[in-house]
């Protein structure tokens, strides 16, 4: 079975984890989107992401997790290094899905 994607929304008073939201499941258009993105900001120093690129990371993570979390939720209520984890989580599964020196794996009968 997959490892599952997750994201923790937090309580900003006591920075406690409120929510936690998971899915194993990686939509190709995401796939997509998100590597592209990864690319974009790779490219970047740091003192030159901008608010676009922040907005972008909200977004994407927003659609992974679709009916279940809003951008207003992911601005007031997620980190953004865990946004970025989703990210990171989403292009590695689609990495390791497009890797041919890989074995394939056996289905359950």
Do not use: C, H, W
Request: no cysteine; net charge negative; glycine share 0%.
């Amino acid at each position: 079975m997959r490892t599952p994607i997750t994201l923790n929304l937090y309580d900003r008073e006591t920075q406690e984890v409120t929510e936690t939201l998971s899915t194993i499941f990686v939509p190709f258009n995401i796939l997509k989107a998100s590597l592209s993105l990864s690319k974009r900001i790779a490219k970047k120093a740091m003192d030159e992401i901008t608010e676009e690129d922040i907005d972008a990371i909200a977004a994407l993570v927003k659609e992974m997790f679709p009916s279940r979390v809003t951008l207003d939720d992911l601005l007031e209520r997620a980190d953004l290094n865990d946004m970025v984890s989703v990210l990171q989580s989403i292009n590695a599964r689609g990495v390791q899905s497009m890797d041919p020196t890989l074995p394939p794996k056996a289905r359950k009968r």
